[in-house]
């Protein structure tokens, strides 16, 4: 069940992300320094507690831009 969750966080904020570089001019940056604050380089490999908080981030930058 885990790894499932894992999966459905990547997607999520993979969609973010995709929303954020449509919207934003600095998006590059912006999210190159989120994924820098958790110590994210590959989400594959990041730890479901991590991807949690990437994503709370992720979202509220994309919800900041709705």
């Known amino acids: 069940m885990q790894n499932c969750n894992k999966q459905n966080l990547i997607i999520s904020i993979e969609s973010s992300m995709d929303f954020i570089e449509s919207h ?22 990041a730890s479901l507690s991590t991807l949690q908080e990437l994503f709370n981030e992720v979202y509220a930058i994309e919800a900041d831009l709705r």
């Open 24 to 45: 934003l001019d600095s998006a590059d940056k912006t999210i190159a320094i989120v994924f820098k604050k958790h110590g994210v380089r590959n989400l594959e490999r």
